[in-house]
């Protein structure tokens, strides 16, 4: 419960408590409603009341006389199960729930929003799902996108892998979009699959009627039906709900902070789209892995001491020294440009190269290839033992190395896995059409 | 009408745009634009699911035949968060205290804790599916002619976007209106008397405006709550004139009696409602009723249904013009369909009489019994007869209550049922505000001057009329007014009367009086005040200006009104006296009266009489 301090002591002396429908009178005026839970952040000195008309208000404690009126029910919201049934000529999608909201129940009694999980919340929600899939519902963390981390995607993985053993067609990941990209990629690295694995979210919460979350979930089903056997992120293509965008799982992300169309592959083109339940190849030559009767394999071992560091003008050498120090196995570095960083870093990338910690260069252009021999500090960087990636993106290549170092402790073969393509993180061509789109 | 006897109740819901510099949540500029859009943006809402015990079919089937809404947004005028793909800013506080100033002068409580809600509203007109709206006070009241009012509500709400056009499904609006503060104040629903609404709405808006309120048409919008003892309660939304109030408070008290005397006589009739719907298309095969022939020509339907023991009743007058027909009509039309066809009108229309008979057979109609028909694609006509079948059911036992919309005449047309218990739950994305006493104190001890205390204080320091001063504050001109005397030694009269009458007249005389600018006015008056025009010249110098490009004095000038100096004056008395020297010399003072003909003849009215006088006195004694 958010109250503390003299609101707590308030209710606890007038014999109150949440869910109550209680009359508060100060000074010529008494309001009567709804003892509401209060936000932890804000202060201790006022207490929630919604009241009948629907408003919230807030009373300051002080002066302030309360009634109980009804003592109230512990809101409840357990609700029946569903008896769905199955229907044999349809596939089964898994929908792995790992936080953030896709699906949400709004109890307009008190105003609480449920974050709904199982699959009978997200079918209950969500009927039209039963149009495309026999949908199975699986919530396995309840964190935060900002809050995960590599032992959550290893997680993540080994239930994706689950599902596809017990028999999905195909598995949608519910993720928060903060991080999503980072997972999508770290999916991709850990598993094999034979089938889709479809990572989605919401930009804007599904308690509201304007959420993506329907329209992105739908699509990610579509998608979890189709024959791309790779881990691919699925999202709102623009800002208007026409379609959704299949993304590569390791070349895809977050750029705006808060629109719907905020995901966009980066140095290549989106794998597929899909719009009213029909899903397209965006360019027909495309490569994908295709669904088959494969096993899946897991490759969960990871190493969690990797750093993400970014270049920028004036940055000292003891941010790479304290990594080193405090025994970091390896580092990216977001270089500038073509992959640089200044010359002073040189002795500190020196030193980690003898400590057997691959450093490996990207650039925070984000788009386009890194290319250290073009200038000489590049050359420099290169001597210094730095490894270079193509053209993949920051995020993924942190998320890459701290898998390649869970499969192998040798320098050399760490390398030699970062420079090459393994789930389409890495392009060596380049096109026109893959800036900015 | 004996409105005591018949325990009319009313209530005013006034809606009120703010003139802030920014919107609610967002730093757009609170004005319209009718620029192009740059952008329009295809979205869909959908009710967000609450306490569903079970997947809700009429939900999962409104889902599959959902509206689509476009978004007409601007690089600039609009920004992401009226597109709804960007959470809102922190509350606008100019706006608040706004809200608090008038929930100050209403004499109510201001809450201690301000929160941001969201009530949901699906039908498009916001971008989230939910307009943001937060309670600010409770509990006052506003005296009347008739006696004192409750308010019992004063809420701070975002408007909602500008509906532009609807066709086939696709629902067009405008983000320019949205997120516009809006207040809303709610009265209790004791107001008696269909004057008095009007006199509570004129207040309520005196109040409003003597804070920082938008002007104009669509600006505030009214909401009338009607009910009558045995009645219902009936909300109207949209009353745009105030003297046309108690003509519709009238017009909709007549309905409801109507439509009581209806229920009535069908109780008495034992009326009852088929629930079979008849398909006619055979009947009308070769029909020569237009739009019966365009349905089925399309593929659509002719559906009709039974009422039992209607007769005569559907024809009858409910409203001036309209009848219970046309209510019926328009619960049919909410299903998009173009009308009904009822047995009450017929023949008309291309339906003959031997059309009516075959219906009748078709239908087993007795003598007292009445049909309806609908022609449409399959799917919209049955939605509609349904609507209507459901609609006479509550005839024969109830008013049903319903949201209506004001039309032009007074009158009202069927709009949605009243809205149930608000869907509302807390505005995540919006901190709380705590509003302190101290806030509250402030406002409280410099509260604006209100429109009867400002008229008071006018007629005391200006020793205005009753009437010029009441003109003034009811046409919001005192602060022009003041502004000009501040800088002006003319009689406060007539600028008062320029102001409060001749600018009215020359707007009904078909003058632009929307040109002017209180500069205009000031430099007008300032020629008066320097002798260069005379006052009764002063609303010809203002046609100018509505009429023509310049200032003032060139405006004068070019209408050859300045007066001539003194000097210019001798000089022409001078040549005058020149040239009848002879008169001068034979009558000497005897010649003024001719001499001072002559001269305001060629002066052309540009000189004062009384100088003209007292030069001829001076130069003809000198000459003696």
Request: net charge negative; charged share 30%.
């Amino acid at each position: 419960m958010g109250y503390k301090g003299s609101s707590q002591k308030f209710l606890e002396l007038s014999g109150i408590s949440i869910g109550d429908i209680i009359k508060i009178t100060k000074n010529n005026v008494s309001y009567q409603g709804i003892l509401l839970d209060r936000a932890e952040d804000p202060d201790d000195k006022h207490i929630v009341l919604k009241l009948d008309s629907g408003y919230n208000i807030g009373i300051d404690v002080v002066g302030a006389l309360a009634e109980l009126v009804t003592k109230g029910d512990k809101p409840n919201l357990e609700l029946p199960p569903l008896d769905m049934g199955k229907d044999v000529d349809k596939p089964d999608i898994s929908i792995v729930s790992t936080g953030g909201t896709v699906a949400s129940v709004v109890d307009y009694k008190t105003g609480a929003v449920h974050p709904a999980f199982t699959a009978d919340d997200l079918i209950r929600a969500n009927p039209e799902l039963l149009v495309h899939a026999n949908i199975n519902g699986e919530a396995i963390l309840n964190i935060l996108s900002e809050n995960m981390k590599p032992e959550y995607w290893a997680k993540t993985a080994r239930s994706v892998a689950d599902e596809i053993n017990n028999g999905a067609d195909g598995i949608v990941v519910a993720h928060g979009t903060d991080t999503m990209h980072y997972t999508s990629a770290a999916l991709n690295f850990m598993l094999d699959t034979p089938v889709p694995v479809v990572v989605t979210g919401a930009q804007r919460s599904s308690d509201r009627p304007s959420s993506d979350a329907f329209m992105n979930l739908i699509s990610s089903v579509v998608a979890a039906k189709s024959d791309i056997a790779e881990v691919t992120l699925c999202m709102h293509a623009e800002e208007d709900d026409s379609y959704c965008l299949l993304h590569r799982g390791t070349k895809v992300r977050k750029m705006h902070t808060t629109r719907r169309d905020t995901f966009r592959s980066i140095n290549t083109l989106p794998i597929a789209k899909i719009e009213k339940g029909k899903l397209k190849l965006v360019d027909k030559n495309s490569n994908y892995k295709k669904r088959s009767n494969e096993n899946v394999q897991l490759h969960d071992d990871l190493e969690e001491k990797v750093a993400l560091i970014k270049s920028y003008p004036g940055i000292e050498a003891d941010i790479i020294d304290y990594h080193i120090d405090k025994g970091y196995k390896g580092i990216v570095l977001e270089g500038t440009g073509l992959g640089h960083c200044p010359e002073n870093l040189l002795p500190s990338l020196e030193r980690a190269k003898d400590s057997d910690i691959p450093v490996v260069m990207t650039s925070q252009c984000l788009y386009g290839l890194v290319n250290m021999n073009v200038y000489s500090t590049g050359r420099k960087i290169v001597s210094a033992g730095v490894i270079s990636v193509f053209d993949m993106i920051p995020e993924t290549t942190y998320v890459k190395l701290v898998w390649a170092l869970g499969q192998t402790e040798n320098i050399e073969e760490v390398k030699k896995i970062m420079q090459t393509n393994i789930a389409g993180e890495i392009g060596e061509k380049s096109s026109e059409k893959y800036f900015l789109n | 009408m004996d409105y005591k006897k018949l325990g009319l109740k009313m209530g005013l819901e006034i809606h009120q745009q703010l003139n802030t510099e920014k919107k609610l949540f967002c730093p757009c500029k609170c004005e319209l634009t009718d620029k192009k859009p740059d952008y329009k943006l295809l979205r869909y809402l959908r009710p967000t699911q609450s306490e569903l015990g079970k997947i809700d079919r009429a939900a999962f089937e409104e889902s599959r035949r959902k509206l689509k809404f476009i978004y007409e947004s601007y690089d600039y005028e609009t920004c992401l968060v009226e597109s709804d793909d960007e959470p809102p800013h922190p509350l606008n506080m100019e706006a608040l205290e706004i809200a608090m100033i008038i929930a100050s002068i209403l004499h109510m409580n201001i809450i201690d804790e301000f929160h941001t809600m969201r009530k949901q509203v699906i039908d498009g007109s916001n971008t989230g599916g939910f307009q943001r709206t937060g309670l600010v006070a409770t509990d006052g009241y506003l005296e009347t002619e008739y006696g004192i009012v409750k308010i019992e509500n004063l809420c701070l709400e975002e408007d909602a976007a500008r509906r532009i056009s609807q066709k086939r499904g696709k629902v067009v609006f405008r983000l320019d209106r949205l997120g516009i503060p809006l207040l809303e104040v709610t009265t209790d629903p004791s107001i008696k008397h269909p004057e008095q609404v009007k006199e509570v709405a004129y207040q309520l808006g005196q109040v409003l405006r003597s804070t920082k309120v938008k002007r104009g048409l669509g600006t505030i919008r009214q909401d009338l709550n009607i009910s009558i003892a045995e009645g219902a309660r009936v909300e109207i939304k949209g009353v745009q004139d105030l003297d046309l109030m108690p003509k519709m408070v009238e017009n909709e008290v007549k309905r409801q009696l109507n439509l009581i005397k209806i229920m009535k006589e069908l109780q008495s009739r034992e009326a009852t409602v088929d629930n079979e719907i008849h398909n006619l298309n055979k009947i009308f095969k070769k029909t020569e009723s237009k739009i019966i022939s365009k349905a089925l020509s399309n593929g659509g339907n002719v559906l009709a249904i039974k009422l039992g023991g209607f007769k005569g009743l559907i024809g009858k007058e409910v409203q001036p013009g309209r009848r219970f027909g046309t209510e019926l009509a328009g619960y049919a039309k909410k299903m998009g369909v173009s009308g009904i066809f009822h047995i009450d009108e017929l023949p008309a229309y291309g339906i003959t009489d031997v059309d009516i008979e075959r219906i009748a057979d078709h239908l087993k109609l007795s003598e007292y019994d009445a049909f309806i028909i609908v022609a449409d694609e399959d799917e919209k006509a049955r939605n509609a007869i349904m609507e209507v079948q459901r609609r006479a059911k509550t005839s024969i036992k109830e008013v049903p209550e319903e949201t209506r919309k004001a039309l032009e005449d007074a009158n009202s047309e069927y709009l949605r049922p009243l809205p149930t218990a608000s869907r509302m739950y807390v505005e995540t994305d919006i901190p709380t505000t705590v509003i302190s006493k101290e806030q509250i104190n402030d406002i409280k001890s410099n509260l604006p001057e209100l429109p009867n205390e400002k008229k008071q204080r006018i007629i005391d320091q200006y020793k205005l009329s009753e009437d010029i001063a009441s003109q003034l504050v009811r046409l919001d001109k005192v602060e022009n007014f003041e502004d000009i005397m501040s800088t002006s030694k003319l009689d406060p009269t007539t600028v008062g009367s320029t102001l409060a009458y001749t600018l009215k007249e020359l707007r009904r005389d078909g003058n632009d009086v929307s040109r002017l600018d209180n500069k205009m006015l000031k430099d007008t008056f300032a020629l008066v005040e320097d002798g260069k025009i005379v006052k009764e010249a002063v609303s010809e110098v203002i046609v100018g200006l509505c009429n023509e490009e310049g200032s003032p004095e060139q405006i004068a000038r070019s209408l050859n009104i300045i007066m001539l100096s003194e000097k210019e004056v001798e000089k022409i008395i001078d040549e005058i006296l020149f040239e009848n020297s002879k008169i001068v010399e034979e009558r000497g003072m005897g010649a003024i009266g001719a001499l001072m003909g002559k001269s305001m003849q060629k002066l052309q009215g540009k000189a004062d009489g009384k100088l003209v006088n007292k030069l001829l006195r001076d130069k003809i004694q000198n000459i003696k």
